[in-house]
């Protein structure tokens, strides 16, 4: 997209608009693409690396700076690198309708690749490749939403469809005998599978666990043991080697 303002014709290309109402009125501004969610992040500190121009416009496709008086009513003044700042933090990024597709179609790709790494077939232990889960999700007809498509919510929809589960976690409890014994009957209820338990100076347990219960299980055994019980992960994923084959 290219524009031109009318006061000084600088060609503006490469531009990310951000918008803003207030008071009724439209303000805008134009920034260089990619650098809107830097400066939100603090990544980008320098304002001159993420706006094209510090001018406010109205219309920034075609050129129409904002007046001087409708500044001064919406935003109080009438310092347009002030407004610009206020724009850019509060604003909303326009995007394309063929940009919102591009994106949406990376994050259905993204958020496959996200479950086919986390995840198997219960029964066979096996991962399914990314190209399964995507096959499966739009079975499923599962639309990307911004800001609250989540890996859960496409695992608890996909197991409506296949035999899919998050992938177990192995680990290795040490725990001191006496503490050990009382605090096992708090941890069984976290524990999927128990593999084998030790009893010698210190019980040691291996079991494999469901990933969202580690926090738990940590801070469990941090506070039963003061500190003396140890966690350690011997493998993130318990999975057999291969991929699951098409049906």
Not at 45 to 60: G, P
Not at 116 to 126: F, S
Not at 130 to 139: F, S, Y
Not at 148 to 171: D, F, G, P, Y
Request: a positive charge; one cysteine or more; aromatic letters at 6%.
């Amino acid at each position: 997209m290219s524009i031109f303002t009318p006061t000084n014709q600088i060609r503006l290309t490469n531009v990310a608009v951000v918008r803003m109402k207030r008071g009724g009125k439209r303000f805008e501004i134009a920034c260089y693409k990619n650098k809107v969610v830097g400066w939100r992040s603090g990544v980008e500190k320098d304002l001159d690396e993420v706006l094209q121009t510090h001018s406010v416009f109205v219309n920034v496709s075609k050129g129409q700076v904002a007046k001087k008086e409708d500044l001064i009513s919406a935003f109080g003044t009438d310092d347009q690198t002030e407004i610009c700042k206020q724009i850019l933090t509060k604003g909303e990024v326009q995007v394309s309708d063929k940009e919102r597709h591009t994106q949406l179609e990376q994050m259905f790709r993204d958020i496959a690749t996200i479950v086919a790494d986390k995840c198997v077939n219960p029964e066979t232990k096996r991962p399914y490749t990314v190209i399964l889960i995507e096959r499966a999700m739009k079975d499923i007809h599962y639309s990307v939403k911004p800001n609250k498509s989540t890996k859960q919510q496409v695992i608890k929809q996909l197991k409506e469809k296949m035999k899919i589960e998050r992938a177990h976690m192995r680990l290795r409890f040490l725990l001191p005998v006496n503490e050990g014994k009382k605090l096992k009957e708090k941890l069984k209820p976290l524990m999927k599978v128990v593999e084998s338990e030790d009893y010698s100076q210190q019980l040691e347990i291996v079991c494999l666990i469901d990933p969202g219960c580690f926090r738990e299980i940590d801070e469990l055994i941090k506070k039963e043991t003061k500190g003396k019980g140890s966690l350690e992960v011997l493998s993130l994923k318990d999975v057999e080697e291969g991929d699951e084959k098409f049906e």
